[in-house]
């Protein structure tokens, strides 16, 4: 998941002028704020490339791949990570990608990776977290939530990938009649939000007694801040799955420099910040392990995931079927 | 009136050139638009549902607007008091107030932990939450109510204070008053302002961004606006953009037979006796319709000032940075304002034709929006739209001020050419010299209004911007939306202040600086 911290996420550029290459990333909101991975990442990757990495934060996640078609070809985006096994069909049918060349990649993921295109970074499930000290009894299931008087908060399944993958956990539970379970859901969504960030900062706020994030959210709290007042209710229907990628730009003008980065992806350098920046699972797990606090989360016995393009063929007909119910 | 062909013709080409501009952003990029939307699938029940929504909260919100600004206004017209006159030229201020501003104002004050829901939690009820439907139309009302509180105003003072005397002296009652002489005067006014908060309304696009929350209350604009940036869907946005587009138009045409209200009117200053309403209990409920309507005018504002000024030691490098930005778009806004407003009326007044002034004025109906996607729509192919993303900006700032411009520019130099056309013909004072010499020294006054109401306009303007902007180059008003949706509200109070400061500073430096250039 991605550091609750919230912020603008404007990326600060460095002013230096320097004969240095400049690897630009595409990313989004919460990873490029100081309490994210971002600062740490492109700290540690400096050191080692004698180029210049700029993160570039385009909103949430799939607001990455809206602005990369956007674009064209005439993008100025080297790599971009941020989006999830959700869209990585989308993204491939816009030709904008090169493959990544990395050849059976070592990953430590609960499902087999095979994409040429797009590697992976983290991952993690699904969930609605709340606050132990308001409510008392969590929903144990999709039902309950839509039973009780709960609100909610989400996303936007068009800007932001938690709130795509809210949209395909429903449709994995509820298949046809996930319209219907939409409708009486519906009252209890408080707002939609453009993004991860301000759903959650909402959440934090008190505008709502549960919000749509990670399993692993909590850690956060209890890492950081030392508050274990936060909690991720666990369903019986199971927890829908996102794996967060990485990509290579076609169009790059730094081709080595691309590589070079989406090599170092999978390292101990950019694996091991992961948990406690962006507080998701290590695709790859670091030599250190995951930090203490980890082994209080929620570990869900079943996991849902539409992989290949099984979400891209189910996407837009579930998004049209979320967005008619909810404007009304 | 022999006049020089060489001046004749200068004058028709320099406004036929501005004037095809105009027509190409306004109807130009429609058609782009349209080529584009041939391709589009049909209308989705949540498209049927921002339609919907539109018109239902920009019915709302100038219904609610004009019943509060009758008795505020009746209120205002029949009673004086110290600090009158300032407030009816408060009533003036959310012209040119940045949006974004507002909502910020408007979320100290009516958010889920603003001065509102503080006191409800205090008296132990639940707070309220801004985001949604009653929060658009909250923030409609606030932005409108100023503006239907002085059409109003107009009418009550336009009814000549003998009559108010005469009623008096046959023992009218307030109700007889009423009947006889406020009625027939509303009955004139309500039509024509309703239409234009309307048309307003009809057209919003930041408040419905900031305070929307998600598909229960889009507007058309947007809808565009996610088809575009989200969907990446340029034949859904230009569809909704048609939509769009038909909907200003009709509410337009159906505003030019409706009697419009003059927009700026004079004499506001007095109030007329009124014997009628001399009771202790009107009186009352006069001052405290007068502490309401002030109070919630001037609260928000006042919140900015509160929350922003602890935040300004504090404020991150890019809000400085976007404000030097938002600087240079206010600035070359104002000059392509000019550049279009002077030639197209002088055009207008030389040809005595109304259609000129007319065709300038178009863009009252147009939308931001759609001119911004048609303008990506054309430039895509060509160029990288996002480079020019300021200009761009700009541009359309400029075009969306110039009905404004050309309200105040037309008649001031129709009566220029009245008194002194003859005789800079005589000298034979044509083309750049009598610019130089006759209409801008002339024309100081209404061309520094003109600057400052552009300026400001630009300065606060978050429509166009947002579909072209690079993540990294934001303007003010954008960066203070991001801020907002961050919830980082220390910092988006701090940029809010700047902007409101900025903005009326624009506004005061240009329009003085248009009245001392005429007193010299």
């Given at each position: 998941m991605r550091t609750p911290i919230i912020a603008a996420g404007l990326v600060c550029m460095a002013g230096a002028a320097s004969a240095q290459d400049t690897l630009t990333v595409y990313t989004y909101d919460?990873?490029?704020?100081?309490?994210?991975p971002g600062p740490v990442i492109e700290q540690r990757f400096q050191e080692r490339c004698d180029c210049d990495l700029e993160f570039v934060s385009v909103g949430d996640g799939a607001e990455i791949l809206s602005r990369l078609r956007l674009e064209?070809?005439?993008?100025?985006?080297?790599v971009v990570l941020g989006l999830d096994e959700n869209l990585a069909e989308a993204a491939r049918d816009t030709a904008l990608f090169a493959k990544h060349?990395?050849?059976?990649p070592q990953l430590d993921l609960p499902i087999e990776w095979q994409d040429d295109m797009f590697l992976p970074f983290d991952w993690g499930y699904f969930a609605f977290v709340y606050d132990k000290t308001r409510v008392e009894t969590p929903p144990a299931s999709f039902e309950e939530l839509a039973e009780s008087d709960l609100s909610v908060v989400i996303q936007d399944p068009r800007s932001s990938t938690p709130g795509l993958g809210l949209v395909l956990w429903v449709k994995a539970v509820y298949g046809d009649d996930a319209a219907d379970y939409w409708e009486r859901l519906n009252d209890q969504v408080v707002t939609v939000t453009k993004g991860w960030s301000e759903a959650y900062g909402m959440f934090l706020e008190g505008?709502?007694?549960?919000?749509?994030?990670?399993?692993?959210?909590p850690a956060y709290h209890l890492i950081?801040?030392?508050?274990?007042t936060k909690a991720a209710a666990p369903f019986e229907n199971g927890h829908y799955m996102q794996i967060e990628i990485a990509g290579k730009v076609?169009?790059?003008?730094?081709p080595d420099l691309a590589d070079m980065f989406l090599d170092f992806m999978l390292t101990d350098g950019f694996q091991g910040a992961?948990?406690?920046?962006?507080w998701m699972y290590p695709a790859k797990m670091p030599a250190e392990g995951l930090p203490e606090g980890f082994d209080t989360l929620h570990e869900p016995e079943k996991a849902l995931v539409y992989l290949g393009s099984e979400a891209e063929a189910i996407r837009d007909d579930a998004i049209e079927e979320w967005r008619a119910v909810s404007s009304q | 009136m022999a006049r020089g062909l060489f001046s004749v013709t200068r004058t028709t080409g320099a406004g036929a050139t501005a004037l095809a501009l105009v027509l190409f952003l306004a109807l130009g990029t429609l058609v782009a638009v349209a080529l584009r939307a041939e391709g589009a699938g049909a209308f989705t029940v949540a498209d049927l549902a921002a339609l919907r929504f539109t018109l239902v909260q920009a019915t709302l919100s100038a219904a609610l607007s004009i019943a509060l600004a009758i008795p505020v206004g009746r209120a205002l017209a029949r009673r004086s008091f110290p600090g009158r006159g300032v407030l009816v030229m408060l009533l003036g201020a959310p012209f040119i107030l940045p949006v974004i501003v507002a909502v910020f104002g408007l979320i100290s004050v009516?958010?889920?932990?603003?001065l509102v829901s503080q006191a409800l939690l205090a008296l132990g009820l639940e707070p309220i939450s801004i985001y949604g439907f009653h929060g658009v139309v909250l923030a409609h009302v606030f932005f409108n109510l100023p503006l239907a509180t002085r059409l109003v105003l107009q009418g009550w003072l336009a009814i000549p204070a003998e009559r108010f005397r005469l009623a008096a002296s046959l023992g009218f009652t307030a109700r007889d008053i009423a009947r006889q002489l406020e009625r027939p005067m509303l009955r004139e006014v309500l039509p024509g302002a309703f239409l234009v908060i309307f048309l307003l309304c009809l057209t919003s696009f930041a408040v419905a961004l900031a305070l929307g929350g998600g598909p229960r209350a889009t507007t058309i604009e947007l809808a565009i606006y996610q088809a575009f940036?989200?969907?990446?869907d340029l034949g859904k946005a230009a569809l909704l953009a048609l939509v769009q587009f038909a909907l200003g138009a009709a509410v337009a045409l159906i505003a030019l037979r409706v009697a419009l209200p003059p927009g700026f009117g004079a004499g506001l200053d007095r109030a007329v006796s009124r014997w009628d309403a001399n009771t202790p209990m009107l009186r009352a409920l006069d001052a405290a319709l007068i502490t309401l309507a002030t109070l919630f005018l001037v609260l928000p504002m006042t919140m900015i000032a509160v929350d922003g000024l602890p935040a300004l030691a504090t404020l991150p490098a890019s809000v400085f940075t976007a404000t030097a930005r938002s600087l240079g778009v206010a600035l070359a806004s104002v000059i392509l304002t000019l550049a279009l407003a002077l030639p197209i009326a002088a055009w207008s007044v030389k040809s005595g034709s109304r259609l000129v002034e007319g065709v300038g004025t178009l863009?009252?109906?147009?939308s931001p929006l759609v001119i911004g996607t048609g303008l990506f729509i054309i430039l895509f192919p060509i160029t990288d739209p996002f480079a020019l993303a300021l200009p761009v900006t700009a541009l359309v700032n400029a075009v969306m001020s110039l009905p404004f411009a050309l309200r105040a520019l037309v008649p001031a130099l129709g009566q220029v050419e009245a008194d002194f056309g003859r005789l800079a013909d005589g000298l034979g004072m044509t083309g750049t010299a009598r610019l130089r010499h006759l209409w801008l020294p002339r024309l100081a006054r209404p061309l520094g209004f003109t600057a400052g109401l552009s300026a400001a306009l630009s300065m606060g303007d978050l429509g166009v911007i947002a579909l072209f902007a690079s993540p990294d180059a934001p303007t003010l008003p954008l960066q203070i939306y991001r801020l907002l949706s961050a919830y980082r509200m220390d910092d988006a109070a701090g940029a809010a202040l700047i902007l409101l400061v900025t903005s009326l500073a624009l506004f005061w430096v240009f329009d003085k600086g248009g009245r001392v250039n005429a007193d010299a």
């Open positions: 919460s990873f490029v704020t100081e309490w994210g064209g070809e005439r993008t100025e985006a080297d060349g990395v050849e059976s505008e709502a007694d549960m919000v749509l994030s990670y399993t692993t959210s950081a801040e030392d508050d274990d076609a169009s790059t003008d730094n992961i948990p406690t920046t962006n | 009516f958010g889920r932990s603003g940036r989200l969907d990446f863009t009252i109906a147009a």
